[in-house]
């Protein structure tokens, strides 16, 4: 059998070979962690050889950091396109607006739903809170800032009453990632979890934020 030229991914899969190493390695750290990752296991997962790897990528610090880029971009194109969505709903009043929270919500649901070992990823790095910090930073603070902005809109167009975003935020996301955490460990396809945890974060909202007394 002839040997893979550097580069080159495995036979069938024509994604570029960079999609590749990081989808590889991606899936890798969020199984095992930072330390217990090389760019070696990269390779071998990507198909690709080891100095493939630190072409495409670097070094495996620098591999991490681009692991949650890559997520971070994913995720913040849904969010953006649900959150412009939103944002031009607080104007039709407190019942449009609470809708597009649920729409909102359940697009973050279904991205991670869909996503798990983003859930997995991050969960892996705050497993060392005091270990790469700056990723926080980068790649969730500005998504964070995203909703609690919009929370915050709502709030001062008197769509709904909201003293504190950043803690909502935090506690829905939070409560996300702990609903993903719950689905991988059932057999079977979770559609019961599925849908009554949907159900349970309207029920959030709508606590959260009743209808204005007449």
């Known amino acids: ?29 969020a199984e095992r962690g930072f330390d217990a990752v090389g760019l070696r296991d990269v390779a071998a997962a990507a198909g690709v050889d080891v100095a493939t790897v630190a072409h495409h990528t670097g070094t495996k610090a620098e591999l991490y950091d681009a692991c ?21 709903a607080l104007a039709a009043g407190p019942g449009e607006a609470l809708r597009a929270l649920h729409d909102l919500v359940d697009v973050f649901v279904d991205f991670l739903e869909d996503r798990p070992e983003t859930t997995a990823l991050w969960l892996r790095r705050w497993l060392e809170p005091h270990r790469h910090a700056d990723l926080d930073q980068r790649y969730a603070a500005p998504l964070y800032a995203l909703v609690e902005d919009l929370l915050a809109a709502a709030a001062a167009g008197g769509a ?39 159900a349970f974060v309207h029920r959030f909202l709508d606590g959260l934020y009743p209808p204005a007394a007449p």
């Open 160 to 198: 709904l009453v909201e003293p504190a975003p950043h803690v909502t935020v935090r506690s829905l996301v939070w409560a996300v990632h702990g609903h993903v955490v719950a689905l991988a460990a059932q057999d079977g396809s979770g559609a019961r979890e599925r849908r009554e945890f949907r």
């Open 1 to 29: 059998m002839p040997r893979r030229r550097p580069g080159r991914p495995r036979r069938g899969d024509q994604r570029p070979t960079r999609d590749l190493v990081l989808a590889a390695a991606t899936t890798l750290f």
């Open 68 to 88: 949650f880029a890559r997520v971070f971009t994913a995720e913040r194109e849904v969010l953006v396109t649900a959150g412009e969505r939103a944002r031009a």
